[in-house]
């Protein structure tokens, strides 16, 4: 660390405690408080010229969340100020984190958090359209192999998985609102042998309306029906929670190979119901599960803030670095994501246990495998899985790449960023 | 130094993505609205608050406004730009038949469903954009009213809904002042909860990224070089066979008006005068730099240069540190804007104002209301004002422009932030930088047929078709888009000078 930073660090740090002791005098007299508190933090923002030090938002929200976990009034009051000061969702990486990050501090330590969700949440679906959510998302698809990335390894674990079977039913539990299955229908039109009959079951979880699911299902009958794939389209909704899921609300079949398509999903399911929930999917005695999951610890921190807030920024960080050299400055779409993690980062922060609504408590590879592993064993991706992985990647901007998982119970494949490893795919079958 | 007055490259015209679409929301207050400029609307709105500013903030209801049906005036209806799907395959590789399959199986997926449905023409989806822009907007006022009357949890409930939907990306010029000023009032919002007021931006904070976007509006729009290039000529007549001249800048930045100047200088017939500078801002390196600039131009033009940096707001200056000299004409100049707070105390500097006596004061002032005013009055005339501009840029320049997207979030964000920030307004009503001139007994010099001359030469710069608009009243020249007017310069001198 340069000298200048330094110098500008103990400048802020120094302000910062003499704040403080200003604050523990002037109790008595709000009106001279709240001048000291504008006048110094004025000044500390000055030592924070954002274009000098980078990375200032990191720093400031660690402050932040340590002050909020030592219930120390004082301290959260001047660090969501500076926050407040610095943050905007329109600028870069840094402005943007804090701006998001402020609103979940802001909810925990007023106890706001479940009210603002729902407010949010409501807002969030009345103004996106079926259109809307869909651009979004092929957008995202075009610029970074972010979700497409799951997709490909899935499809071509699916694929080796049902070979030779006749009557194919996939579970498809995922929010990419099938973009997945075109791919695949493709391949089994493709096949040597005869093309199998395809039943696709989607689950919806609350907040995707029952007309984008009537408008997703016309859109894949009639692909199916252009590639020349027997094609049975169903939805499972009806439910508030995955964990209240059980196997005969799929409708399986006897006679029929079933895959179940994970894509984001567990993560959704609650913290308690996961093992239940990965029971009832090995009683559907699937040919194969797959797994797709962000590479992020929300779980086993729950009760504890601060590491949980660490490894939310961590990870964060991560994502809208990545999405603002993926868009362009002015993207809609970009702004769309954003403001979808901001919703998740502001459940996981600031939402008591689940009642927030949709959980968002993800969890990395290596947990998952530990929970998968007794009813499941895994599967490796065979050579052409991986190589459709790789040339997958090609298409994008460098900063991609794929990496094994590494250890002995480890499975499955990284996707990294920079070297990060940011979503992992796996695939299972049932031991 | 770049010349400020070279003339600036022809502006590029992007043509914006498929515009962003979100399903209509309902509205208490439903309007009638075709598409028109949110600023005929804001103008509107405008003038049915004035008419109701006998009502305190209790009896202000926005049903009064509601069964209005605005028919917007005779003008002509700019049509938005083609929206064109601006994506192309261009870097994706090409790859061998499989790679292309792949991505063609999702593509060619969508193709052929949408080649079943019935796509809305463009004009429909400006007109839906414009509509739900204006629903937006009215959205923003009843958050307003909510936070003039300090219910903050309504406020916050409003912005919650605001900050999620608004983009600053958008199409619609309305949406995008939405987005800018919903996250300026949720500033307020959040600063009041935690207990304090907010405040103005300090000038050295990111400083360098805000003096690029100065500099970037100044080359997408005429303001800038409308206030530089009218008091330019205002001060050179004043300097009329003049031999030793001092300007007084109260807020130079980078001294971007001051080349044009020189250079017209030293080309006078009677040759250049000595040419006495000084500057006022508040950080001495920023002057200092700013000096070494303007003395290396000088030089270069022959002309004998002093320049003198104080490194203080004109209302903080000890005026002992202004020195006059016996003999020399002075000119005072200040353009007025919102990125901080760069006058201090406003009494003090009109103070320094009569002490110096000037032959000349060149003001140029944004046509808002003053910052000592009541909240809500002033966040109507911020509004108005604001969404002109945005406006402006807008006819120009395509949603996905990196200059205009610049331009409104390092400059403008800040100086709607700023202006709906509380505080500084601890002085008694201060009428505006005009009415106070005039109490102080300082006489208006009507701006001369030079100056208009000079502000249509700059507008001639743009492209003509343009809705910019000079007017001429009062003795002053005000630059502005349409029917509204934003920058107002007047030309001032000292009563206690006889010549």
């Known amino acids: 660390m340069d000298i200048t930073l330094q110098a500008q660090e103990l400048h802020y740090l120094t302000l910062s405690q003499r704040q403080y002791s200003h604050e523990q005098e002037s109790m008595q007299n709000p009106n001279h408080h709240h001048q000291q508190h504008q006048i110094t933090t004025s000044q500390t923002l000055e030592s924070i010229d954002p274009s000098a030090s980078g990375k200032w938002a990191e720093k400031l929200l660690k402050e932040c969340a340590k002050a909020i976990s030592e219930k120390d009034s004082g301290k959260i009051h001047h660090f969501l100020w500076m926050l407040n000061e610095l943050a905007s969702p329109y600028g870069d990486c840094d402005q943007k984190l804090a701006y998001y990050f402020l609103q979940a501090f802001f909810c925990k330590a007023t106890e706001s958090g479940e009210r603002c969700y729902k407010t949010l949440i409501s807002v969030a679906e009345k103004s996106h359209s079926f259109e809307s959510a869909r651009k979004v998302i092929l957008k995202f698809q075009e610029v970074s192999p972010w979700t497409t990335f799951g997709h490909v390894a899935s499809n071509g674990a699916i694929l080796e998985a049902m070979d030779g079977e006749a009557k194919l039913h996939i579970i498809d539990i995922s929010s990419t609102y099938c973009t997945q299955w075109p791919t695949l229908l493709e391949a089994l039109a493709t096949r040597n042998d005869d093309t199998p009959h395809l039943r696709l079951t989607v689950v919806v979880t609350a907040g995707t309306g029952g007309s984008v699911m009537k408008e997703i299902g016309q859109r894949m009958e009639k692909f199916a029906r252009l590639m020349g794939v027997p094609f049975e389209f169903n939805v499972v909704s009806g439910f508030s929670r995955l964990g209240e899921l059980k196997e005969e609300d799929f409708g399986v079949r006897d006679d029929e190979a079933v895959a179940v398509n994970c894509i984001g999903a567990l993560r959704k399911v609650s913290v308690i119901e996961r093992s239940s929930f990965i029971r009832m999917l090995h009683r559907l005695r699937p040919k194969v599960v797959t797994v797709v999951e962000e590479e992020a610890d929300f779980t086993s921190n729950l009760d504890e803030f601060i590491a949980c807030s660490e490894e939310c920024l961590r990870f964060y960080s991560i994502f809208f670095e990545m999405l603002e050299e993926s868009f362009v400055p002015t993207s809609n779409e970009r702004l769309m994501l954003e403001r979808e993690s901001s919703r998740s980062i502001l459940s996981v922060l600031a939402c008591e246990g689940e009642g927030g609504g949709e959980c968002e408590r993800r969890e990395k590879g290596s947990q998952w495998c530990e929970r998968l592993t007794g009813d499941f064993s895994p599967m490796s991706f065979n050579d052409d899985g991986v190589d459709d992985v790789k040339a997958l990647l090609r298409r994008y901007r460098a900063g991609w790449a794929l990496l094994p998982a590494q250890g002995t119970d480890a499975s499955g494949l990284y996707l990294t960023w920079k070297d990060e490893p940011v979503v992992w795919a796996s695939a299972w079958k049932p031991s | ?499």
């Open chain 2, 1 to 499: 130094m770049k010349r400020s007055f070279e003339m600036h490259g022809t502006l590029e015209l992007i043509h914006p993505s498929e515009q962003w679409d979100c399903a209509p929301m309902s509205f208490k207050a439903a309007r009638q609205y075709t598409g028109v400029d949110i600023s005929d609307f804001m103008e509107h709105v405008a003038r049915q608050l004035s008419e109701n500013s006998e009502n305190t903030a209790d009896g202000f209801s926005m049903e009064s406004l509601s069964n209005e049906t605005f028919t917007p005036s005779n003008r002509e209806y700019h049509p938005r730009k083609q929206a064109r799907t601006y994506y192309n395959n261009s870097d994706i590789d090409g790859g061998n038949a499989e790679e292309l399959q792949w991505i063609n199986g999702t593509q060619s997926y969508d193709n052929m469903i949408n080649m079943t449905k019935n796509k809305s023409g463009d004009h429909h989806h400006h007109h839906q954009n414009d509509q739900q822009g204006l629903s937006l907007i009215t959205l923003l006022m009843e958050c307003a009213v909510a936070i003039s009357v300090d219910n903050l949890e309504e406020a916050n409930k409003m912005l919650l809904e605001l900050t999620q939907i608004a983009s600053p990306y958008s199409a619609s010029c309305a949406e995008r002042v939405v987005a800018y000023f919903a996250k300026a009032m949720a500033r307020r919002v959040m600063s009041s909860c935690l207990g304090g007021g907010t405040i103005m931006y300090s000038p050295l904070l990111q400083t360098k990224a805000i003096l690029s976007a100065f500099q970037t509006f100044n080359t997408i729009s005429p303001f800038i070089k409308f206030a530089h290039f009218t008091a330019n000529q205002a001060i050179l007549e004043a300097f009329h066979q003049r031999d030793r001249v001092h300007i007084i800048d109260l807020d130079i930045m980078q001294g971007l008006q001051w080349p044009a100047l020189f250079h017209i200088l030293a080309t006078r017939p009677e040759g250049p005068p000595h040419v006495r500078m000084t500057a006022m801002g508040t950080s001495y390196e920023a002057l200092e730099e700013t000096g070494r600039q303007l003395s290396g131009f000088a030089r270069r033009l022959g002309i004998s240069f002093e320049f003198h940096p104080v490194g203080r707001k004109p209302g903080e200056v000890d005026p002992a540190m202004v020195q006059t000299r016996r003999g020399e004409t002075i000119a005072v100049h200040w353009l007025q804007h919102s990125l901080y707070d760069a006058i201090g105390v406003n009494w003090k500097t009109m103070r320094l104002l009569e002490m110096i006596a000037p032959r000349v004061i060149t003001l140029v002032e944004q046509e808002m209301p003053p910052h000592s005013g009541q909240f809500l009055e002033r966040f109507v005339g911020a509004l108005h004002y604001y969404s002109t501009i945005f406006d402006s840029l807008g006819a120009t320049l395509g949603c996905e422009d990196v200059n205009r997207h610049k331009v409104e979030h390092w400059m403008l964000e800040r100086e709607i932030n700023n202006v709906l920030a509380v505080g500084g307004g601890e002085e008694e009503m201060f009428g505006g930088w005009r009415t106070e001139l005039v109490r102080r007994g300082f006489a208006q010099v009507p701006m001369s047929g030079n100056s208009m001359t000079q502000a249509q030469l700059i507008l001639n710069m743009f492209p003509a078709m343009h809705g910019y608009t000079i007017q001429q009243g009062d003795g002053t020249l005000r630059l502005g888009w349409k029917e509204t007017g934003l920058y107002t310069a007047s030309v001032w001198t000292s009563p206690r000078l006889m010549r």
